[in-house]
Nanobody, 120 residues
Framework: QVQLVESGGGLVQAGGSLRLSCAAS????????MGWYRQAPGKQRELVAT???????NYADSVKGRFTISRDNAKNTVALQMNSLKPEDTAVYYC??????????????WGQGIQVTVSS
C-alpha cells in the first residue's frame, strides 16, 4: 500500500513562509498526480494545488502567485512552498497522491494532515 509522510508545518506570522513536504512510500507501480488540500475549521476540504507527473500545475485562485507546488519523481516527493502567508491560510494541510498500485488498480492516498497556523 501507500504511506505518506508530511513535514514542514507549524506556526508563522502573516507574511511569512513555510514549506511543506510529502514523501510517498509503499508497494505501488507508479505515482500519477500529486497534490495538496486543506481544511479549515468549519469548512470542507478544498484543493490547494496539484501537479501531474509531467509537471503541469493547477492552483486554487486564493493561492495563485503565493504558493508553488513541485515534485521529485525520482524521490516520490511533493512539496508546497507557501509565501506571503495570510491568516486565511490557517488549516490542516493534506498531501494527496494518486497511484497505480497494481495492474488495473488505482487508488488515492491521503496523508495524516499537518497543521499550518498563520497569526495576524
Amino acid at each position: 500500500q501507500v504511506q505518506l509522510v508530511e513535514s514542514g508545518g507549524g506556526l508563522v506570522q502573516a507574511g511569512g513562509s513555510l514549506r511543506l513536504s510529502c514523501a510517498a512510500s509503499g508497494n505501488f507501480f507508479s505515482i500519477n498526480a500529486m497534490g495538496w488540500y486543506r481544511q479549515a475549521p468549519g469548512k470542507q476540504r478544498e484543493l490547494v494545488a496539484t501537479i501531474t507527473r509531467g509537471g503541469s500545475t493547477n492552483y486554487a485562485d486564493s493561492v495563485k502567485g503565493r504558493f508553488t507546488i513541485s515534485r521529485d519523481n525520482a524521490k516520490n516527493t511533493v512539496a508546497l512552498q507557501m509565501n506571503s502567508l495570510k491568516p486565511e491560510d490557517t488549516a490542516v494541510y493534506y498531501c494527496n497522491v494518486e497511484t497505480t498500485v497494481r495492474v488495473g488498480r488505482r487508488g488515492s492516498s491521503w496523508g495524516q494532515g499537518i497543521q499550518v497556523t498563520v497569526s495576524s
